[in-house]
């Protein structure tokens, strides 16, 4: 069997991960999953990156030892990418001896290939990226990736990997392996940077304590972008299992951010090179999240818990947006609005109507029980082989939105085979109960190819419409599984929604939703905690019904399906709408739970708005024992300099929140009518300043 490898970029552990992050690994587990589809002996590395100075300080400064800090994160990371069901089937840590004897193994030999040598440092180096910068790529004295950050000038002995005597080397690698760096754009951006000219690197810190010690210089520690790269090596047996390195190295395929393309197309082959090791066939280096057109950053405070996005509406409605709505390569958007709309449009009316309308009439018409009667529909079988042609060619050169959307045309076109077929007026007829049969088989085996062709995307909701189909999700193969099949009895399974539609009460939430970190919200007495989201899991009871059709398919409709009492298919539960808003108001606080908020007065000194944002002011009070900087979303309805001097309320315990890269101590309540201006709260005769109101 032929084998695949393939990586992510390992994280850094003393950050959370986040929806970028998150973005990367889904991408991959759906690369992998297909390999697996088509039949590869896959091998899927994932990993965290912890020999950097910042893990250390980090570790130092909530008073553990780095490498307990580093177990901690561990399971933080772990846990996440369980949460989005990435399948990796090894999880590396830097601080393995596995790793350790990787990366000793490597550098030995690039140093005793003559292309390690002693030299001394001298320059800029941003401790943040925990890299080397040459004055040109400074802006304005600072990193252009932390441009707060002054960069330190260090002076140190460095060993140096000689990287120049590689440009040519390289320059012929790209040239006979077009596809060794994905997509284009980015190749020629790597093929331009190699032809202006390569300057060696330094490869070592010197005086440090945490990281690999250089096997002939153990009082330097290898540099920790060297030692990172090495963990794709040295987690297939560099170094210390030859066998398994003989069978796994080179990788298949380096799925990375564009902005280390540099490090893993320019630097990593070069190392491979000069220790004459086969270099990865292929890196592909994929775009960016924004959050509504903005970059997500730790210093911007507007990062996405992907754990949050996923328990909102469900894992694999998270990995298909992710995976359907940005072209893979290039920068895409999330949207909390845009989130729940794709959700409404492709899964509760689109595919989880289709499955609930077609399971519906199989078991109204046929007790669930269906059996070919004639040949297939020549158009929807012609369609569903055009559908998988394209599916493969998209998914084989990673074009995964062209691969969900090839699934998700399948889809569409089997509600227009139920509309052109209209199996209702069928049933009417006696004489066409074959072909009633017959097309019912036919809409189910459409749905069966896509929930195949979207297995790596949404693995659990695949697995879940396949048994309604009645069909078993195990052991799938696109070369037996993805063709039209004709044949076989199928014993469909009716079930309640699998994606419940989010109406627009459930909608209203938004802005009540983990969005609010882009924001501050102002506090207002009649404030409800979020409604229940409604669950969608595969299988959970169903809240809200299917949306009605515009056809004229009675099935489509909201009523239950009347299944004969001999179905052994469950009618959906009792329809319900979703909790109405305030509904959940009911639920009361005890006292101490209130008392544990501390409001006090506070007096506002100044106020200016917060640049690039309509909502926010920033605010500076004065709270009686203290001055605080505090960020308010009140900018559309008061002017700064109409606060200055006023006297307002405030949540005086909030922990801390960065917003737009302000610290912002406190919340002013102000009420906030729905869709209306909020109107802080305010006093007649306004006490002094740290007064607690209660
Ligand atoms: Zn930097």
């Given at each position: ?21 998150a ?25 965290n ?9 980090k ?12 177990d ?57 990226c ?24 260090i002076?140190?002995?460095n ?7 590689y ?46 010690p ?23 047996g ?18 990375i ?14 190392m ?11 890196i592909?280096g ?8 903005q ?11 992907p ?19 940005v ?14 709309e ?8 689109n ?13 109204r018409?046929?007790?669930g ?10 158009q ?13 060619r ?27 077929t209209?199996p ?94 882009k ?37 489509a409709?909201?009523?239950s ?71 308010a ?21 909030l ?17 906030s ?16 300043p ?5």
């Open positions: 069997m032929s084998r695949f490898f393939l990586t992510t970029a390992i994280d850094y552990v003393n950050s959370q991960p986040h929806l970028g992050t973005y990367e690994k889904i991408c991959a587990d759906v690369i992998a999953r297909y390999k697996r589809l088509c039949g590869f002996d896959t091998r899927f590395l994932m990993g990156d912890e020999h950097s100075q910042n893990v250390f300080k570790a130092s400064e909530e008073g553990l030892d780095p490498l307990a800090y580093c901690q994160m561990e399971e933080v990371f772990r846990t996440a990418w369980r949460r989005l069901d990435v399948s990796f089937d090894d999880f590396i840590r830097t601080t393995e001896p596995r790793h350790k004897a990787g990366v000793t193994d490597l550098v030995k030999r690039i140093h005793e290939a003559g292309d390690i040598y002693e030299g001394v440092y001298e320059g800029w180096y941003c401790v943040s925990e890299e080397f910068k040459q004055e040109k790529d400074l802006v304005d004295g600072n990193c252009p990736l932390h441009p707060t950050l002054k960069p330190e000038w002076r140190e002995k060993y140096f990997f000689r990287l120049s005597k440009q040519q080397p390289l320059l012929d690698h790209f040239a006979a392996h077009p596809e060794f760096m994905q997509p284009d754009m980015r190749r020629n951006e790597i093929l331009r940077l190699i032809e202006s000219g390569l300057i060696d690197v330094s490869v070592s810190r010197a005086g440090q304590s945490w990281g690999i250089l096997p002939w210089d153990p009082r330097s520690v290898v540099y920790v972008w060297f030692d990172a790269l090495i963990n794709y090596a040295s987690a297939v560099l170094g210390h299992d030859p066998q398994m390195f003989e069978r796994w190295w080179p990788a298949d395929l380096h799925v951010g564009k902005d280390i393309t540099r490090f893993h197309a320019v630097i990593w082959p070069a491979l090179m000069a220790a004459n090791l086969p270099v990865p066939r292929q592909f994929h775009g960016f999240m924004t959050l509504n057109g970059r997500m950053s730790k210093t911007l405070g507007n990062l996405i818990d754990g949050d996005a996923a328990g909102r509406l469900g894992t694999d409605t998270l990995r298909l947006y992710l995976v359907k709505e072209a893979f390569g290039g920068d895409g958007d999330f949207s909390w609005e845009r989130y729940d794709r959700y409404n449009v492709d899964l509760a009316n595919l989880g109507n289709l499955v609930s309308r077609v399971t519906t009439m199989a078991v018409y046929r007790q029980r269906l059996a070919p009667t004639g040949a297939s529909s020549d929807l079988t012609r369609l569903g082989e055009q559908m998988i042609a394209g599916y493969r998209a998914m084989d050169c990673f074009a995964l939105h062209e691969g969900a959307a090839a699934a998700f045309q399948m889809i569409d076109a089997t509600n227009e085979f139920i509309a052109a209209s209702w007026a069928l049933a009417k007829d006696p004489a066409s109960a074959d072909r009633l049969t017959q097309v019912l088989y036919d809409a189910a085996e459409a749905i069966r190819l896509a929930a195949v062709l979207l297995q790596p995307i949404m693995p659990s909701s695949s697995r879940e419409i396949l048994r309604r189909v009645g069909v078993a999700g195990d052991g799938l193969t696109l070369d037996r599984d993805a063709r039209w099949r004709n044949d076989g009895e199928r014993m469909l399974a009716l079930d309640g929604p699998l994606w419940p539609r989010r109406d627009a009460t459930a909608g209203a939430d938004v802005r009540v939703g983990p969005s609010d970190a924001e501050p919200r102002t506090v207002t007495d009649n404030e409800t905690k979020p409604t229940a989201v409604p669950p969608t899991r595969a299988g959970a009871p169903a809240l809200v019904p299917p949306a009605p059709q515009t056809s004229p398919d009675p099935t409709a909201s009523a399906p009347a299944a004969p009492p001999a179905s052994p298919a469950p009618s959906p539960p009792p329809l319900q709408a979703s909790p109405a808003p305030g509904e959940s108001s009911s639920e009361r606080i005890a006292i101490e739970d209130f008392m544990k908020v501390e409001l006090r007065t506070a007096k506002v000194l100044t106020a200016e708005r917060v640049p690039k944002s309509n909502k926010l002011l920033k605010l500076s009070v004065d709270v009686g024992t203290e001055q605080r900087t505090l960020v979303g009140i900018a559309e309805a008061y002017e700064p300099d109409a606060l200055v001097g006023r006297t307002v309320v405030i949540v005086f315990n922990k801390p929140a960065k917003l737009m890269g302000i610290e912002s101590n406190g919340m002013v309540l102000a009420a009518p729905d869709g209306g201006k909020p109107t802080v709260v305010s006093f007649d005769e306004p006490p002094p740290g007064t607690r109101v209660r």
